[in-house]
């Protein structure tokens, strides 16, 4: 059985699996309401947010790239948006101007990675400050209220007792991580992510895939931001704060190697379980604000410590096959 398994979910994300069971059980002892239908609903929707950045970060690192403009992309997707639609623009236009402008916001971030050859940590950087920026110039550094009916129904759907954010997020998984798994385009983010070199030698074209994955980001970064904006009843400037450490924290968590080339979306879903479960039973038992902070970072130096040692394990093994080839 342990054998059979470790063959369907690999040996990294059944101790994700283990680690999910342990966050459970330690929280539900702590408080009983934990484990109840109404909070585990609670945390599928907030993980809809981190989920849909969790998908882009999970082609973004593999390719071996990173993002850290999410929260303030998603932020300045749901002004827009809210803004727009209070003007009197039709609502699936407003919808769709706000998805093309994160697509833009992936253009610009792979402009400064590919042509000006900036690192992704330091693009992304600036643009975080810079659309956080313009959220806050486009409503005055206020919230933007909403009173669109359809607009205000999109946060408050359900089906199956599930809401409509938590639906997007799964429909995304499965069309993204099919992409990722199945077909040309997945194939090449690997390539690229575990030797860029090879992989234009082969006849890829790097900056193209890493412009496609940017793109990509930013669309899903609207499209939450939207959803977010649908939940809140208003566009929020100062949302969405540190977004970002969460969807990365996730992503390495499930197995996406920080240095490129290696990991799934299976193991990204699971990771944005575990921590947003983590997020919640933190609130639930009372911990204050600033040890959840403590609390956040330790996971994240975790996450990258395990990364490590996955690394270095697959470096091992690596080694141990050539000498026996050789």
Known sequence: MKERL???FGGDKLILLAATVVVFALFT??????????NIVNILVASSLVGMVAIGHTYLIIAGQNDLSPGSVAAFSGVLAALLVSSGVNLWLSFLITIAAGAL????????????????FIATLVTQSIIRGFAYILCDG????????????????????????????LICIVIFGFILAKTRFGRSIYAIGGNKDAARLAGLNPQRIITTTFIMMGILCAIGGIIFAARMNSGQPAANVN?????????????VSFSGGVGTMGGTI??????????????????????????????LLFALTSDFIR???????LLEASKKNG
């Open 311 to 317: 690394k270095r394990n697959r470096e091992k093994q």
């Open 243 to 255: 977004l970002e450490f969460d969807a990365i924290t996730a992503v390495i968590l499930g197995g």
């Open 29 to 38: 002892a702590l408080n009983k309401n934990f484990l109840s239908w109404r």
């Open 6 to 8: 470790k063959k369907t």
């Open 142 to 169: 206020k919230p933007v209220a909403i009173s669109n009916a359809t607009f205000i129904k999109l946060g408050k759907t359900r089906f199956l007792d599930i809401p409509l954010a938590v639906w997007i997020m």
């Open 270 to 299: 699971i990771g944005v379980f575990l921590i947003q479960a983590f997020n919640t039973g933190l609130t639930m038992v009372n911990v204050p604000s600033f040890w959840q902070y403590v609390a956040k970072g330790a996971l």
């Open 105 to 120: 916001i992936g253009v610009f971030n792979a402009f400064m990675i590919n042509k000006i050859k900036l690192e992704a």
